[in-house]
């Protein structure tokens, strides 16, 4: 074994990957979704895990490495090429190098043609949002108000939104693409979607999200492409009650957001599912520096949202703001999923919210309001 390791050929790392298609990679070794709404995404690939929805997506870092990242599995289900062999083909680092050079026809001691660079990712582009971005989610918002808008606004009334929270936040309708002619770059229409709007701390429209009802797969959103406007990241909810407290509750997406806000709370849903950056923190510093608010974050019950919550917490920290963690007192439930099943949520949390704003507590679980699990 010893001299067989002395033999093994010494591969450029850097070489292995560049002559390493992630994508067909992937295709090769985890079962490729057969259909996606936007960009390609897989089952994981990991044994343990029975992703029964494609949650593996590919991008390329900003040293224009590819990888790859399943967003329903734990921390360690991702990583590069070479993390794929590893985990697929249980071999050590040094033989899924092995493997990677010899599927690429890489040859000991023989030149081989030279690499096709992968080009770097080009810097973040903010791009103005086009009107007709505009013009769709006003179109959307007339429909639901109509007979074709029926289904979406009986969808939207079971996740407990009134018509009054609908109406204050242009919430509307896309009866999907057979029905409503759209502009290149809208949302797909696929099938029917709720469409929520992204609005400004002054109730403008800024973005807007294409919530399918009966999605395909995984994928539940639709954007506008990034031509017609860049995703800002962060949407503002508009309570129709009085606010409650100087908390600003911090949720995973718009609808989390918008139940919030029908409590009374003032609130914001980061859009996207990766985790949030530091544009997103400096915008969430800056409204809490303006109107004097306590930031806190109501996550999802379960491992994505915790890591979610713990790492948004240590952006806001670098800039000397205190991040107060909630969770709802459930596995796998969301603020919009906790009020459904408990009416009086917001009566169970706002003691919490009180007290995290005294303490500067990191995370409290309501169903153990007397455990702090450290600061953040």
């Given at each position: 074994?010893?001299?067989?390791?002395?033999?093994?050929?010494?591969?450029?790392?850097?070489?292995?990957?560049?002559?390493?298609?992630?994508?067909?990679l992937?295709?090769?070794l985890a079962?490729?979704?057969?259909?996606?709404?936007?960009?390609?995404?897989w089952?994981?690939p990991?044994?343990?895990?029975?992703?029964?929805?494609a949650?593996v997506?590919?991008?390329t870092?900003?040293?224009g490495?590819e990888?790859?990242?399943?967003?329903?599995?734990?921390?360690?289900?991702?990583?590069?090429a070479i993390?794929l062999?590893?985990s697929?083909?249980?071999v050590?680092?040094?033989e899924a190098?092995?493997?990677?050079?010899?599927?690429?026809?890489?040859?000991?001691?023989?030149?081989?043609?030279?690499?096709?660079?992968?080009?770097?990712?080009?810097?973040?582009?903010?791009?103005?949002?086009?009107?007709v971005?505009v013009?769709?989610a006003?179109g959307?918002?007339?429909?639901?108000w109509?007979?074709?808008?029926?289904?979406?606004?009986d969808?939207l009334?079971?996740?407990?939104?009134?018509?009054?929270l609908?109406?204050?936040?242009h919430?509307?309708?896309?009866?999907?693409?057979?029905?409503?002619?759209?502009?290149?770059?809208?949302?797909?229409?696929?099938?029917t979607?709720?469409t929520?709007p992204?609005?400004?701390?002054?109730?403008?429209?800024?973005?807007v999200q294409?919530?399918?009802?009966q999605?395909?797969?995984?994928?539940?959103?639709?954007?506008?492409?990034g031509?017609?406007?860049s995703?800002?990241?962060v949407?503002w909810s508009r309570s129709?009650?009085?606010?409650q407290?100087g908390a600003?509750i911090?949720?995973e997406?718009?609808?989390?957001?918008?139940?919030?806000?029908?409590?009374?709370?003032?609130?914001?849903?980061?859009?996207?599912?990766?985790?949030?950056?530091a544009?997103?923190?400096?915008r969430?510093?800056?409204q809490?520096?303006?109107?004097?608010h306590?930031?806190?974050?109501?996550?999802?019950?379960d491992?994505?949202?915790?890591?979610?919550?713990e790492h948004?917490?240590?952006?806001?920290g670098?800039r000397?703001h205190?991040?107060?963690v909630?969770?709802?007192p459930?596995?796998?439930?969301?603020?919009?999923?906790?009020?459904?099943?408990?009416?009086?949520?917001a009566a169970?949390?706002?003691p919490?919210?009180v007290?995290?704003?005294g303490?500067?507590?990191?995370?409290?679980?309501?169903?153990?309001?007397?455990?702090g699990l450290?600061?953040?």
């Amino acid at each position: 074994m010893a001299d067989q390791a002395q033999r093994r050929p010494r591969w450029e790392i850097t070489d292995v990957l560049a002559r390493t298609d992630l994508a067909a990679l992937l295709d090769q070794l985890a079962e490729p979704a057969t259909y996606t709404i936007r960009g390609r995404r897989w089952h994981c690939p990991m044994s343990d895990h029975d992703d029964q929805h494609a949650s593996v997506t590919l991008h390329t870092d900003h040293r224009g490495h590819e990888r790859w990242r399943c967003w329903s599995g734990d921390n360690t289900h991702r990583g590069d090429a070479i993390d794929l062999v590893t985990s697929t083909q249980h071999v050590n680092r040094a033989e899924a190098i092995d493997w990677l050079a010899h599927r690429a026809g890489m040859i000991p001691d023989q030149a081989l043609p030279p690499i096709t660079r992968k080009p770097r990712p080009a810097a973040t582009r903010i791009v103005p949002l086009d009107p007709v971005v505009v013009r769709y989610a006003q179109g959307c918002e007339r429909i639901l108000w109509t007979s074709a808008g029926a289904p979406v606004r009986d969808w939207l009334h079971a996740r407990g939104f009134s018509d009054d929270l609908l109406r204050a936040n242009h919430v509307g309708a896309d009866p999907g693409r057979t029905m409503m002619h759209r502009q290149r770059g809208l949302p797909y229409g696929a099938s029917t979607a709720a469409t929520f709007p992204a609005l400004t701390p002054d109730g403008e429209i800024a973005y807007v999200q294409a919530r399918y009802l009966q999605p395909v797969g995984s994928d539940k959103y639709d954007n506008p492409a990034g031509s017609l406007g860049s995703n800002p990241r962060v949407a503002w909810s508009r309570s129709i009650r009085p606010a409650q407290g100087g908390a600003l509750i911090v949720c995973e997406g718009i609808p989390d957001a918008l139940t919030a806000a029908h409590a009374g709370f003032r609130s914001v849903g980061i859009l996207g599912s990766q985790v949030p950056d530091a544009r997103v923190a400096e915008r969430l510093a800056g409204q809490a520096d303006a109107g004097r608010h306590q930031l806190v974050a109501i996550v999802d019950a379960d491992p994505a949202g915790r890591r979610w919550g713990e790492h948004l917490a240590g952006l806001l920290g670098t800039r000397d703001h205190t991040l107060t963690v909630v969770e709802p007192p459930g596995d796998g439930l969301d603020l919009n999923s906790w009020a459904l099943r408990d009416p009086d949520w917001a009566a169970t949390a706002i003691p919490l919210l009180v007290r995290a704003a005294g303490d500067g507590a990191a995370r409290r679980t309501p169903s153990r309001p007397d455990i702090g699990l450290g600061a953040g």
